[in-house]
């Protein structure tokens, strides 16, 4: 349209093709573009730690699911291999190396929500990853209490039992929290199928956290 057209045209025309540019979704008050970055951080961390809570009492999965997030499963997963990793100067540490940790974590979750995927899930894929990486809190909490128990216990039988207990509580946590959150979005008649590989998932970093060095 010429400029002599929109000329011809009355005011009230002319006010309604003017106007702002409107995304739907998104609003003024949403914009943390202008906020300190100590807030930003400060909102993040109040995040993560609403999640943790809700991973220790394990009722209601819509923090989990509707704003999911990677730092929780990145700091846990941290954790895990920093207190897991063997050390490299004994030629008998038969103890996980930092990498090999993190690997099997990641890759681990990612197959287990592959496999839900598979199974029309109703989670998207990092929202999947995000409850398993926050599910492996007790997990972490247990590779703590065992690491302490290690410089308070003498190695044997006592200290063997200790940590089996310890763990296979952890284990249990972790498995009964996962579910809580997961549940509701597997397929109705594929819960057990779908339910199995969290169990292994979970299995297999309890048994590294029993048998670290």
């Known amino acids: 349209m010429?400029?002599?057209q929109y000329s011809s045209l009355p005011a009230t025309d002319l006010d309604?093709?003017?106007?702002?540019?409107?995304?739907?979704?998104t609003s003024?008050?949403?914009n943390t573009l202008d906020e300190p970055v100590s807030a930003t951080l400060m909102r993040d961390v109040r995040a993560v730690g609403?999640?943790?809570y809700h991973v220790l009492l394990p009722r209601d999965g819509?923090?989990?699911?509707?704003?999911w997030?990677?730092?929780g499963p990145l700091i846990l997963c941290t954790i895990l291999a920093l207190l897991l990793q063997g050390h490299g100067d004994s030629e008998h540490d038969g103890g996980p190396q930092f990498a090999q940790v993190f690997v099997i974590i990641w890759l681990g979750s990612g197959v287990v929500t592959l496999n839900s995927k598979l199974l029309d899930g109703k989670?998207?894929?990092?929202?999947?990853?995000?409850v398993l990486g926050y599910c492996v809190l007790p997990l972490t909490v247990s590779a703590i209490t065992v690491k302490f128990l290690g410089l308070?216990?003498?190695k044997g039988l006592v200290k063997l039992i200790v940590d089996f207990v310890v763990v296979s509580l952890s284990f249990a946590w972790a498995m009964f929290a996962a579910v809580c959150f997961l549940k509701p979005t597997n397929n109705p008649g594929k819960k057990i199928i779908s339910t199995y590989p969290v169990g292994l998932f979970y299995f297999v970093i309890a048994w590294l956290v029993i048998s670290q060095p």
């Open 28 to 30: 003024s008050d949403d």
């Open 50 to 52: 609403n999640k943790f």
């Open 2 to 4: 010429s400029s002599t």
């Open 123 to 130: 989670l998207s894929f990092f929202q999947s990853i995000c």
């Open 69 to 71: 997030d990677l730092w």
């Open 152 to 154: 308070v216990l003498k």
């Open 62 to 67: 819509s923090a989990l699911l509707n704003d």
């Open 16 to 25: 309604n093709i003017s106007g702002d540019i409107f995304v739907p979704g």
